[in-house]
């Protein structure tokens, strides 16, 4: 016997002593019952399938992005002057610390540390002034996103999971 036929013929003894709200029901699914295979299977298509704008973006903005200027040549014991402009496309701040690195030591004023509080709408511009020796060297800028508290404004920083060490490197020869 057919399904339709079933409902169709214990619908009326049925619908008649119950209350409204169970009628209502019986009648929705008597309706959902009556629709075509395809209906149905169409309706589970679109349950089923992906929405665009239920999907996880990947999220591509940069923690830290670093612009290291370094001369290409200089004179020994000349000075010199390497910059490293930082910024971040997070929404909230970082507290970072930026420092320059060598492949020979240098003293002076090569070796400071700089701790501050990078925001999205606050890029960082950081100097080191030096005086060069008489070798070729590669340098060093690297940033570390750090948990320090009393540099950010109210103490509102985030730490980064994937990342939390960047750097660039760039050559200068002495000749």
Same mark, same amino acid.
């Given at each position: 016997?057919?399904?339709?036929?079933?409902?169709?013929?214990?619908? &009326? =003894? %049925? +619908?008649?002593?119950?209350?409204?709200?169970?009628?209502?029901?019986?009648?929705? +699914?008597?309706?959902?019952?009556? @629709?075509? =295979?395809? @209906?149905?299977?169409?309706? +589970?298509?679109?349950?089923?399938?992906?929405?665009?704008? &239920?999907?996880?973006?990947? $999220? #591509?903005?940069? =923690?830290?992005? +670093?612009?290291?200027?370094?001369?290409?040549?200089?004179?020994?014991?000349?000075?010199?002057?390497? /910059?490293?402009?930082?910024? #971040? &496309?997070?929404?909230?701040?970082?507290?970072?610390?930026?420092?320059?690195? *060598?492949?020979?030591?240098?003293?002076?004023? !090569?070796?400071?540390?700089?701790? *501050?509080?990078?925001?999205? $709408?606050? =890029?960082?511009? %950081? !100097?080191?002034? %030096?005086? /060069?020796?008489?070798?070729?060297?590669?340098?060093?800028? #690297?940033?570390?996103?750090?948990?320090?508290?009393?540099?950010?404004?109210?103490?509102? @920083?985030?730490?980064?999971?994937? @990342?939390?060490?960047?750097?660039? *490197?760039?050559?200068?020869?002495?000749?």
């Amino acid at each position: 016997m057919h399904i339709k036929s079933v409902l169709s013929s214990w619908e &009326q =003894p %049925f +619908l008649s002593g119950m209350p409204l709200s169970v009628s209502s029901r019986m009648h929705s +699914l008597y309706l959902l019952l009556r @629709a075509s =295979p395809a @209906a149905l299977l169409l309706i +589970l298509c679109l349950q089923l399938g992906t929405n665009k704008a &239920q999907e996880e973006v990947e $999220d #591509t903005r940069k =923690p830290i992005m +670093l612009n290291l200027q370094v001369p290409l040549t200089a004179t020994a014991g000349e000075e010199v002057t390497v /910059t490293l402009d930082v910024a #971040t &496309q997070l929404r909230e701040c970082v507290v970072i610390a930026s420092y320059l690195t *060598s492949d020979i030591l240098i003293d002076g004023g !090569f070796n400071y540390k700089y701790t *501050s509080c990078l925001c999205d $709408d606050y =890029p960082r511009k %950081f !100097f080191w002034d %030096f005086q /060069t020796n008489n070798k070729s060297m590669v340098i060093t800028a #690297t940033v570390d996103i750090i948990r320090q508290l009393g540099i950010c404004p109210q103490d509102q @920083a985030v730490i980064p999971i994937a @990342a939390n060490r960047f750097f660039s *490197s760039r050559r200068l020869t002495v000749v």
